[in-house]
């Protein structure tokens, strides 16, 4: 993620943002300029700090689960963000409420990468082929039981999966490393990109099959005999994680999550000038992201320049006692994988 600053003061901003802290005036963020814009508070009209142009907010500024901008001109309510949401929560439950501002931020996280990537999704009422989500509570009509998941362009998420106790519940029962609501969106997009990138060209398809499998081989029976029988053998040498193993979809899916969490990982090293210089006989850990990686063409030297970093901050996390902040190895097989990802997205 980018470093954003007030155009008035200029403070440093987060991404979600909605005024500054320091003098008060409204923040919004623009997709089109991918940049976080400030408005002098009070005025019937947004009109930029920096250039005068102006914006309306999303409505759903109005709940506080969204700070992102739609031109003036525009005669759509929602942002680029929210337009893709079918279902929300019952927002007369407080509980819901909580849930949902949270699935939120992972969410705009999300589509912020997808347009960095140039993967701009577009919402299925613009689109058949398109992108919706549904954020729903366990049960989904009358003994229906609903799941996290995706299923032709519409990406289910629980409410549960804001509860952080809950996740921490499913990370020990699924013995995983590893579980966030962004990882879960990261996850899930990769399932609708498969179909966008992957299925429809013959090419791709067979080097996909090359890479990662046969995703033609039973996708239930694949599930049951990983919940039954666990991950294979030596799997580290080939996935990215034990899930991975289960089918060549789900291993796509996790690849592709994890080669956004290292492109984001990346870019906010690159924004905040990151470099690490350890104090080490030979410099085998030197490492600085001295590029914006959405612009570079080779994953590989995305990984060599990110992975010192990583490493430094496995170690301030373990300096607290806290779990290490990417708990993966980058096998060379899984490497390659991620390789495929990025050129893909970069043909894309």
């Known amino acids: 993620m980018k470093i954003f600053e007030c155009e008035k003061c200029f403070q440093p901003l987060y991404f979600e943002n909605q005024s500054c802290e320091k003098c008060g005036h409204l923040a919004g963020f623009s997709t089109s300029l991918l940049d976080l814009k400030t408005f002098e508070n009070g005025l019937n009209s947004l009109k930029s700090d920096g250039d005068n142009s102006e914006f309306k907010f999303c409505r759903n500024k109005e709940f506080g689960v969204c700070n992102w901008l739609i031109p003036v001109s525009d005669q759509e309510d929602f942002c680029d963000a929210c337009k893709l949401n079918r279902t929300i929560p019952d927002l007369s439950d407080a509980e819901n409420f909580k849930k949902w501002q949270k699935l939120e931020i992972a969410k705009h996280r999300l589509i912020y990468q997808l347009v960095r990537l140039g993967l701009n999704p577009q919402s299925k009422t613009e689109d058949t082929n398109g992108l919706t989500f549904d954020f729903i509570n366990n049960h989904y009509g009358i003994g229906e039981k609903a799941m996290t998941g995706h299923?032709?362009?519409?990406?289910?998420?629980?409410?549960?999966?804001?509860?952080?106790?809950?996740?921490?519940?499913?990370?020990?029962?699924?013995?995983?490393?590893?579980?966030?609501?962004?990882?879960?969106?990261?996850?899930?997009?990769?399932?609708?990109?498969?179909?966008?990138?992957?299925?429809?060209?013959?090419?791709?398809?067979q080097e996909f099959r090359n890479i990662f499998g046969d995703e033609r081989v039973n996708y239930a029976d694949s599930l049951n005999s990983y919940y039954v029988n666990g991950p294979l053998v030596n799997w580290q040498q080939n996935f990215i994680s034990q899930y991975a193993t289960s089918?060549?979809?789900?291993?796509?899916?996790?690849?592709?999550?994890?080669?956004?969490?290292?492109?984001?990982?990346?870019?906010?090293?690159?924004?905040?000038?990151?470099?690490?210089?350890?104090?080490?006989?030979?410099?085998?850990?030197?490492?600085?992201?001295?590029?914006?990686?959405?612009?570079?063409?080779?994953?590989?030297?995305?990984?060599?320049?990110?992975?010192?970093?990583?490493?430094?901050?496995?170690?301030?996390?373990?300096?607290?006692?806290?779990?290490?902040?990417?708990?993966?190895?980058i096998s060379p097989i899984v490497k390659a994988k991620m390789d495929f990802i990025h050129r893909l997205v970069n043909r894309s």
Not at 160 to 182: C, G, N, W
Not at 258 to 270: C, K, N
């Open 151 to 205: 299923d032709n362009g519409v990406i289910t998420i629980l409410l549960s999966e804001a509860d952080a106790v809950h996740r921490e519940q499913m990370k020990k029962e699924f013995e995983e490393p590893y579980r966030t609501l962004i990882g879960h969106f990261r996850h899930e997009v990769g399932h609708y990109f498969w179909d966008r990138l992957v299925f429809n060209n013959p090419t791709t398809l």
């Open 247 to 329: 089918h060549p979809w789900e291993d796509w899916a996790e690849t592709w999550a994890h080669y956004l969490h290292i492109m984001d990982m990346a870019e906010t090293s690159y924004y905040f000038g990151m470099k690490v210089e350890p104090k080490l006989y030979e410099n085998t850990l030197n490492g600085s992201i001295g590029f914006d990686p959405y612009e570079c063409t080779d994953f590989e030297k995305i990984l060599k320049d990110w992975g010192p970093i990583s490493f430094a901050i496995n170690s301030l996390n373990r300096s607290m006692g806290m779990p290490d902040m990417y708990p993966f190895v």
